[in-house]
C-alpha cells in the first residue's frame, strides 16, 4: 500500500477548516469514563455450576438404579360411635322419605288478628297528641311572670317569742 497523493486527499471546506484550526480544547469540560463491566459473583458462579449439574444430572438419569417399593394403604375402620350417628342419620333420612302423607288429618287454618279496642286506640291518640305538642311547643308563646313568695320569714321578735315558749 502506498501513501495517497495530496489531490487524492478528501477536501475539508474551508470555514469548517478554519473552525478546527481555531478550536480551544480548555473550553472542553473533564468527564470521567467508568466501564460497566460487570463480573459474575462468586456465588452467582456457584449457582449456575450447581443449575448445570442439576439439568446433566436429569438428563443422564437411568431409571435402572431405582429400587421397587410397596405402597401399604392403611384403612381406618369408624368406631362404635360413628356407626350409631350414621345409622341414626340414615333411619332419620328413610323415614321422611317414605313418609305417607296421606295418613295426615285434614285442618282448616284461622287466622286471627286481634285489633286493639277503642278505648287503646283513644289512649295511644292521646299519647302521640301528647309528643308532638311537647316536640312542637314554641317557648316564644310563654308570657314573662314575676314570683312573689307568700311564705315570709318570721321576724325576730316572733322567734324570741317561740323560744320563750
Known sequence: MSTPALNELPKVAVD????LEGFDTNNM??????????LPTAEDVKQERQHN??????????????KR??????????????????????ALIDGVEAFDTSKLKPTETQEKNLLPDKDAIEQEKGQQ?????????????LKHTETKEKNPLPTKEAIAQEKGA
Do not use: M, W, Y
Request: aromatic share 4%; no cysteine.
Open 129 to 141: 297528641k301528647l309528643i308532638a305538642g311537647i316536640e312542637n311547643f314554641n317557648p316564644k308563646s
Open 53 to 66: 449439574n442439576l439439568i446433566q444430572d436429569v438428563e443422564n438419569f437411568s431409571p435402572d438404579r431405582l
Open 29 to 38: 469540560k473533564h468527564a470521567v469514563t467508568q466501564e460497566k463491566s460487570v
Open 69 to 90: 417399593a410397596a405402597t401399604q394403604e392403611k384403612f381406618v375402620l369408624p368406631n362404635a360411635q360413628d356407626l350409631a350417628t350414621e345409622k341414626t342419620q340414615k
Open 16 to 19: 469548517l477548516k478554519s473552525q
